[in-house]
T-cell receptor
Framework: DTAVSQTPKYLVTQMGNDKSIKCEQN?????MYWYKQDSKKFLKIMFS???????INETVPNRFSPKSPDKAHLNLHINSLELGDSAVYFC?????????????FGPGTRLTVT | GDSVTQMEGPVTLSEEAFLTINCTYTATGYPSLFWYVQYPGEGLQLLLKATKADDKGSNKGFEATYRKETTSFHLEKGSVQVSDSAVYFCALSDQAGTALIFGKGTTLSVSS
């Protein structure tokens, strides 16, 4: 069974469109995250949710809006896509917020904006 | 703010060579430290972790020791294999446990 899954795996779209990426975890974890990996492989936190509540919102354009319908899901909606949004987006989850908890990552969604 | 610095790659080694990937950190308090590995086309997997000073994390022949005095968490393996070829990320967890802060990643390429 896949622990953290994301759909779609690949997403190719044009500038100006709106798209969503879905994430689900079946680990029973309380905390979920979105990270962005740029073309140089640098990973940066975007959002962090604990028990469906937003606890981190890094300097991310407000075109990006996370939504957590329940503890097992954290979706990412992106409005008015721009070329610079092209990246790999990773969802992750952890048992809680303690610093010692490891994070489990999904396989990533490669977004290409043309 | 908190940050992680790891050696620039790529690192190219022959099979059975010794591997060291350097990682140093800057953080307030006592963060937990992690090494994650990313194989081509895949997500990140935890390789090992250490949660307090002098802890040694180990897994699959890889080791790293949490050195508070030098703020380092260097990754080592005595004998690398072709299957170890991947990108390795050093990371720390901020004190609130709200995010991982990653280094820039080091690409390892092992040839037979």
């Amino acid at each position: 069974d896949t622990a953290v899954s994301q759909t779609p795996k690949y997403l190719v779209t044009q500038m100006g469109n709106d798209k969503s990426i879905k994430c689900e975890q079946n680990l029973g974890h309380d905390t979920m995250y979105w990270y962005k990996q740029d073309s140089k492989k640098f990973l940066k936190i975007m959002f962090s949710y604990n028990n469906k509540e937003l606890i981190i919102n890094e300097t991310v354009p407000n075109r990006f809006s996370p939504k957590s319908p329940d503890k097992a899901h954290l979706n990412l909606h992106i409005n008015s896509l721009e070329l610079g949004d092209s990246a790999v987006y990773f969802c992750a989850s952890s048992q809680g917020r303690a610093p010692s908890y490891e994070q489990y990552f999904g396989p990533g969604t490669r977004l290409t904006v043309t | 703010g908190d940050s992680v610095t790891q050696m620039e790659g790529p690192v190219t080694l022959s099979e059975e060579a010794f591997l060291t990937i350097n990682c140093t950190y800057t953080a307030t308090g006592y963060p937990s430290l992690f090494w994650y590995v990313q194989y081509p086309g895949e997500g990140l997997q935890l390789l090992l972790k250490a949660t307090k000073a002098d802890d040694k994390g180990s897994n699959k022949g890889f080791e790293a020791t949490y050195r508070k005095e030098t703020t380092s968490f260097h990754l080592e393996k005595g004998s690398v294999q072709v299957s170890d070829s991947a990108v390795y990320f050093c990371a720390l967890s901020d004190q609130a446990g709200t995010a991982l802060i990653f280094g820039k990643g080091t690409t390892l390429s092992v040839s037979s």
